[in-house]
């Protein structure tokens, strides 16, 4: 599939807490074929403080009005300009980017998002849908002020809440949730995407309950396409780079840093 | 329309625009954004002897105007460059040029002897300048008497054009450059990027595994167009120009200060196109001054009379 470097148009700035806010954006050709789990590398502006662009997962995907959204955190100087962005004005991505999750055999997937690495999981639970298959969500935020879109993740399948403080759903880790606990539950895969730390826990999990887990990492990385070689990380089969052989990888094959 | 087409030493390019070794791949992964075959040439990925995993993790960090990498010569190799990566790129109708580097002089002889024997890699570039590996790499670049041995080395078995790439992590380029061209380079590239570090206050930690990197992007331009000026004052074999080129401007800056070709580098992770508008944009120059012959353009910055006879010391 090829990748493209395409100026988008900005239809819509949503802001959804006092952290994340949502691009909805479109291109002037029809969008190509986009998986779950890919990304897209955001040209943020001319400066020089915000110099390489931003890679950003694909949060949904709107072939019929030919839309793509993106959810993102502020984090720093590059994601502040990008919330700033007003319906009309221009942004540049390069896209499709990387691999994607791949079809479970079996029915039900457990889709395990921390903070905003919940981003990539809305258009994954859609997509596995497509296919008749069975997403249930277990999503840890910071606080119930912080939490995204639930609703739209409600639309798909069951979902399970967890925040540091106790304002939404359980209190506690996602890893903590009373849901892994129950031996009812019976999962075919585990889709993860969030902290390191949360990712390697629920890798644990996956090995210790004899299912298949698949992370979708985030490595800092210059140019997304496979040139700077930046975004390394270590696998049981060596260096891998998680622009182009990832960005989702197998749990059993990471090697964690922490 | 004027002429683009430029000569280092016995080495035609269809124009001055090439990529920086370690910005560009190997050339297949900008396929989907350019036509390959319009540059002047690609300097691809370091390749040493051996398949080398690279650094640790993190290996950049964003700096004002630029970048700090640490990737470390990850490449698998020279033997795999032959049996898997040429018969791929071969065909590509520009130049392509490997940039070669090694712990040893061995290692770098034994790589330039087997690029040597490659039809269609007519140069290589001897990276004696990689701020990012422990042994080699910058240790030749940054003594004098390590660069002269390494190029004389390879200029026994190497029989093609021999660009050797300078670091600008020295405190006299012209002594480098006047070295290596003494020690039988056809030509000269700089600047490879200048050692630097970044640190997260919060974390109180450096920002890189490896602590320091390289520095790139225009946040060094003026730097490198300060050694690139100097290095043109003092040899008489081609300089090919290296630091910060983010346009067609930038370009020309470099071949007023003395390079006869130049390598984009950072500037194709922002822009994979970036290479096609800077030649677009040196024609436009040419065309604009009613210049017909790019060449003209190679150090013809118009200088102070104090500063015409000008030759920087060599040491």
């Excluded at chain 1, 993102?72 to 390069?94: D, F, H, M, R, Y």
């Excluded at chain 1, 912080?146 to 304002?167: A, P, Q």
């Excluded at chain 2, 910005?23 to 398949?51: A, H, M, Q, S, W």
């Excluded at chain 2, 790589?111 to 024997?117: F, H, I, Q, T, W």
């Amino acid at each position: 599939m090829s990748k493209l470097i395409q100026d988008f148009e900005v239809l819509k700035n949503i802001k959804l807490n006092s952290e994340c806010f949502i691009l909805v954006i479109t291109p002037p050709q029809p969008l190509p074929e986009i998986k779950p789990g890919q990304f897209a590398e955001i040209r943020v502006d001319f400066s020089p403080a915000t110099f390489l662009r931003r890679p950003i997962s694909v949060y949904d995907v709107d072939y019929e009005k030919n839309n793509l959204s993106l959810l993102i955190q502020v984090v720093g100087e590059g994601t502040k300009k990008l919330s700033g962005l007003k319906a009309g004005e221009t942004i540049n991505l390069i896209y499709p980017l990387g691999n994607s999750f791949s079809l479970p055999e079996g029915q039900n997937a457990l889709l395990i998002g921390g903070g905003i690495g919940v981003a990539p999981l809305l258009f994954l639970g859609r997509y596995l849908r497509d296919f008749q298959k069975q997403p249930t969500f277990l999503l840890g935020f910071r606080c119930a002020d912080l939490m995204v879109e639930i609703t739209e993740f409600e639309k798909l399948g069951n979902v399970y809440i967890t925040t540091d403080d106790g304002t939404a759903g359980e209190k506690g880790l996602v890893i903590r949730h009373s849901i892994l606990k129950t031996d009812q539950l019976d999962f075919d895969i585990i889709y993860t995407c969030g902290p390191e730390v949360m990712m390697k826990a629920v890798g644990k999990y996956a090995v210790s309950r004899g299912i298949e887990c698949e992370a979708s990492l985030e490595n800092t990385m210059a140019c997304g396409f496979g040139a700077c070689l930046c975004c390394a990380q270590k696998t049981i089969h060596g260096n891998k780079m998680v622009c182009q052989d990832g960005p989702v990888f197998k749990t059993s094959e990471i090697i964690w840093q922490t | 329309m004027a002429d683009l087409s430029v000569n280092i030493g016995n080495l035609h390019l269809k124009n001055p625009v090439t990529t920086a070794s370690g910005c560009f791949g190997y050339g297949p992964e900008f396929d989907d954004f350019i036509d390959v075959n319009r540059l002047g040439g690609i300097f691809v990925k370091g390749t040493t002897g051996i398949n080398r995993e690279g650094n640790p993790y993190p290996r950049m960090a964003e700096t004002p105007a630029g970048m700090l990498n640490s990737v470390g010569l990850q490449n698998k190799g020279i033997d795999f460059f032959i049996s898997d990566i040429y018969p791929k790129i071969k065909d590509y109708d520009t130049q392509i040029i490997v940039n070669v580097s090694g712990s040893t002089i061995e290692e770098y002889v034994e790589v330039s002897g087997k690029l040597n024997e490659l039809e269609k890699i007519p140069a290589i570039e001897l990276n004696i300048s990689c701020p990012n590996v422990k042994e080699g790499g910058m240790v030749f670049g940054t003594h004098c008497p390590s660069a002269i041995r390494v190029t004389e080395a390879v200029r026994r078995s190497y029989h093609k054009t021999l660009i050797v790439k300078l670091s600008p992590n020295v405190t006299s380029i012209p002594e480098f450059a006047k070295a290596v061209e003494n020690a039988g380079a056809d030509a000269i590239s700089l600047i490879n990027t200048l050692l630097g570090m970044a640190i997260d206050a919060e974390k109180r930690k450096p920002v890189l595994a490896t602590v320091t990197g390289g520095l790139s992007g225009p946040a060094i331009k003026p730097v490198a167009l300060r050694m690139v000026w100097e290095a043109y004052r003092t040899v008489n074999i081609p300089v090919i120009g290296i630091g910060g080129i983010m346009n067609a401007a930038d370009a020309i800056e470099f071949m007023l200060a003395g390079a006869t070709a130049i390598q984009i580098g950072t500037a194709n992770f922002i822009d994979p196109q970036v290479t096609i508008k800077v030649i677009e944009g040196i024609k436009s120059y040419l065309d604009r001054f009613k210049i017909t012959d790019v060449n003209t353009l190679i150090g013809c910055l118009e200088l102070p009379d104090d500063f015409k006879q000008y030759r920087p010391p060599t040491v």
